[in-house]
């Protein structure tokens, strides 16, 4: 083989193994500003209509930004409860042609609001706001929804339990069962598999919601020298998991639950700034808001040592060990985009490169 000829080929397998992060763009949406920096942009979700068009749904101030992708358009606002600035944070999730938007603001469309996405680009709007019984959804940190099954699991207003709402109807969901934990801060759910972070307590559950009448506690996990268990994600094949503790100096932790009675931590890793908010994976790879360091993607290819293979820094101001900065990143939509959202109202909008053999 002559030089050019083996130049060649390791330029080919480097492209073949590279993994990037590209910026496509940032949108600036609603905040405010504070004693030390706005606040505003809290999570982030995408949506895919049925004409393939991709959008990201981001948490801001004022409500609901609905934005174009890969135009960066901002095609829709849907104003949201807005009266206690302290408590600005949404968390947002898709159902069909709708969104489920949570808040713990107060005001206008307390609840579990609702919003008709089937007329994008032109328009979205608010169609139904569920405030629960005995007002249980009118104050929510989180929610997640079971697309498989067509339930919502969502925190209820003191963040002791989560309820799990029959989306049968998506106007009109319906309580179907509710899981006490005592203090719940995230929870996913997958074809009636429910992952719970429980916050202070501080440990992590994972239930069998199989027969909702019945829900099956299948294993709950201590985890050692933990601070607040703030998130939890399975891999794809639910053999593991990952955790983030929102605490400075606790690592991002993977866990084996192939033996759900004895759950073994077999991995650690932690990024610059010291602070994790949230994981999520898809297939090898976990994607992660890490606050001032921004988005990291890990290859989770050997679990027991997660490697960085992306990073964008969306924050740029430094990598202190504080909760400014990158607050959700998505999974990859299907044309590889991936939203980062910051506390101070910015959207980030990444091109996902996996390696062509991933």
């Known amino acids: 083989m002559t030089r050019l000829s083996l130049l060649a080929a390791v330029l080919l397998v480097s492209s073949a193994s590279a993994q990037t992060l590209d910026l496509i763009g940032t949108v600036d949406l609603p905040a405010i500003a504070t004693d030390s920096l706005e606040t505003g942009g809290s999570d982030v979700w995408g949506y895919v209509a049925p004409d393939g068009a991709e959008y990201a749904i981001m948490g801001d101030i004022e409500g609901v930004s609905i934005v174009a992708v890969p135009s960066l358009e901002v095609v829709a606002r849907i104003p949201g409860p807005t009266e206690d600035a302290r408590w600005y944070w949404r968390d947002i999730k898709t159902y069909g042609h709708y969104a489920y938007a ?20 032109e328009s979205a709007e608010e169609v ?8 249980a959804l009118v104050s929510s940190h989180n ?3 079971d697309v498989a099954t067509g339930h919502a699991y969502v925190l209820n207003s003191d963040g002791s339990a989560v309820l799990v709402l029959d989306l049968a109807d998506p106007l009109a969901p319906v309580v179907v069962a509710t899981l006490d934990v005592g203090d719940v801060h995230d929870v996913v759910a997958f074809e009636d598999r429910v992952y719970i972070a429980e916050g202070r307590n501080p440990t992590y559950s994972i239930w069998d919601l199989s027969d909702k009448a019945n829900p099956v506690l299948v294993t709950r996990v201590s985890v050692p020298n933990a601070g607040y268990v703030h998130n939890i994600w399975p891999t794809d094949d639910g053999r593991h998991v990952l955790t983030t503790e929102e605490t400075a100096e606790k690592t991002v932790k ?5 033996d759900p009675s004895n ?21 090898r790879y ?28 969306t924050y740029g101001r430094n990598d202190d060990v504080a909760m400014d900065g990158n607050w959700g990143a998505t999974l990859p939509s299907p044309g590889g985009y991936v939203y980062g959202s910051d506390g101070t109202g910015q959207l980030t909008v990444l091109k996902w490169s996996p390696p062509v053999d991933s």
Not at 286 to 313: E, I, Q, R, W
């Open 128 to 135: 139904a706001v569920i405030r629960g019984p005995d007002d």
């Open 143 to 145: 929610l997640s929804i």
């Open 286 to 313: 976990a994607f992660l808001s890490h606050y001032t360091a921004g988005v990291y993607v890990l290859d989770l290819a050997d679990l027991t040592t997660p490697t960085v293979v992306a990073h964008h820094d």
């Open 102 to 121: 949570v808040s713990e603001a107060t005001g206008r469309s307390e609840g579990l609001q609702i919003i008709d996405l089937s007329n994008l680009p």
């Open 254 to 258: 993977v866990w084996n639950i192939e």
């Open 263 to 283: 759950p073994e931590l077999i991995g650690e890793w932690l990024g610059a700034n010291r602070i994790a908010h949230n994981v999520l994976i898809q297939g």
